[in-house]
């Protein structure tokens, strides 16, 4: 396969451990407390923060780390590298991907409807990404400051994908995480019931729509055709996730796991 390269109820809690940390709007026994919780607890107004997949993003980045290693390896040294072990970890993409959904909507879920919080989101999304990002792209422009040219520079500081591969060769994964925040942002203005119809279409339509442009080198028929990508809908599966835990509808959480990792590992096995 080659790349482009709550709190828990009482349902599913015993079996996650999901655990979220109560803030002030919601313990009496802390400062400013209201003591009455708004629907879905918050941490500094955002979400609880969840372990078990603060756990799981370091395996997915593991994973990814590993499987580059190996292919770092592979083309040094002319053989695998621990027997090619790691030769599905490119997975831990998707797992991320998953993940991402599956925060925004638990963390961001009462900020539908109420576009005067867009600034806000938009700021706390771009800090998470761009001062690390932009870091790594100014060390490869000092390296390559003699083969530059401005159209590469913006679409590499803006994560436009473009020229393909793009200027940092592994941004593809966080031009994704854009294309999804950007779009939630939209939900946000418009509210739940039209904000999720707006990512089920948008994202829908990218995964299945035939590309609508033929590439012909140019920035926009570049950009456009590579979010045509079925990557999108590991997005919806997570945002799926937080809606039923918050909806408590979990049944047999324990069986629903197993057959999650099962379903998880068989994928690795037809995809290697």
Same mark, same amino acid.
């Given at each position: 396969?080659?790349?482009?390269?709550?709190?828990?109820?009482?349902?599913?809690?015993?079996?996650?451990?999901?655990?979220?940390?109560?803030?002030?709007?919601?313990?009496?026994?802390?400062?400013?407390?209201?003591?009455?919780?708004?629907?879905?607890?918050?941490?500094?107004?955002?979400?609880?923060?969840?372990?078990?997949?603060?756990?799981?993003?370091?395996?997915?980045?593991?994973?990814?780390?590993?499987?580059?290693?190996?292919?770092?390896?592979?083309?040094?040294?002319?053989?695998?590298?621990?027997?090619?072990?790691?030769?599905?970890?490119?997975?831990?993409?998707?797992?991320?991907?998953?993940?991402?959904?599956?925060?925004?909507?638990?963390?961001?879920?009462?900020?539908? =409807?109420?576009?005067?919080?867009?600034?806000?989101?938009?700021?706390?999304?771009?800090?998470?990404?761009?001062?690390?990002?932009?870091?790594?792209?100014?060390?490869?422009?000092?390296?390559?400051?003699?083969?530059?040219?401005?159209?590469?520079?913006?679409?590499?500081?803006?994560?436009?994908?473009?020229?393909?591969?793009?200027?940092?060769?592994?941004?593809?994964?966080?031009?994704?995480?854009?294309?999804?925040?950007?779009?939630?942002?939209?939900?946000?203005?418009?509210?739940?019931?039209? =904000?999720?119809?707006?990512?089920?279409?948008?994202?829908?339509?990218?995964?299945?729509?035939?590309?609508?442009?033929?590439?012909?080198?140019?920035?926009?028929?570049?950009?456009?055709?590579?979010?045509?990508?079925?990557?999108?809908?590991?997005?919806?599966?997570?945002?799926?996730?937080?809606?039923?835990?918050?909806?408590?509808?979990?049944?047999?959480?324990?069986?629903?796991?197993?057959?999650?990792?099962?379903?998880?590992?068989?994928?690795?096995?037809?995809?290697?």
């Amino acid at each position: 396969m080659s790349l482009p390269s709550f709190p828990g109820p009482p349902l599913i809690s015993s079996f996650t451990g999901l655990k979220p940390v109560p803030s002030a709007s919601q313990d009496p026994a802390l400062p400013g407390s209201s003591g009455t919780p708004s629907g879905l607890p918050a941490r500094s107004r955002g979400g609880p923060r969840l372990a078990d997949l603060q756990s799981l993003r370091g395996l997915a980045a593991l994973m990814v780390v590993f499987f580059h290693a190996s292919e770092i390896y592979k083309l040094r040294i002319g053989e695998p590298w621990l027997a090619n072990v790691f030769r599905a970890g490119f997975v831990g993409v998707d797992v991320f991907f998953v993940i991402s959904g599956f925060i925004i909507l638990w963390v961001h879920r009462e900020d539908l =409807g109420h576009p005067g919080r867009v600034r806000s989101y938009a700021i706390k999304r771009a800090y998470r990404i761009f001062p690390l990002y932009w870091t790594v792209v100014l060390l490869k422009a000092l390296k390559d400051i003699n083969h530059l040219d401005w159209a590469t520079m913006v679409c590499a500081f803006l994560l436009i994908p473009y020229p393909s591969p793009p200027f940092i060769n592994l941004s593809w994964t966080l031009t994704f995480e854009m294309l999804f925040y950007v779009t939630f942002a939209g939900a946000i203005c418009l509210g739940f019931r039209w =904000g999720m119809l707006l990512i089920a279409a948008v994202m829908g339509a990218l995964a299945f729509l035939p590309q609508p442009l033929v590439s012909d080198g140019s920035v926009l028929a570049t950009s456009v055709n590579f979010f045509f990508d079925q990557h999108v809908l590991e997005f919806l599966a997570g945002m799926a996730v937080a809606w039923a835990l918050r909806l408590r509808n979990v049944w047999f959480p324990t069986a629903v796991a197993i057959a999650g990792v099962a379903a998880f590992m068989a994928s690795l096995a037809y995809t290697t």
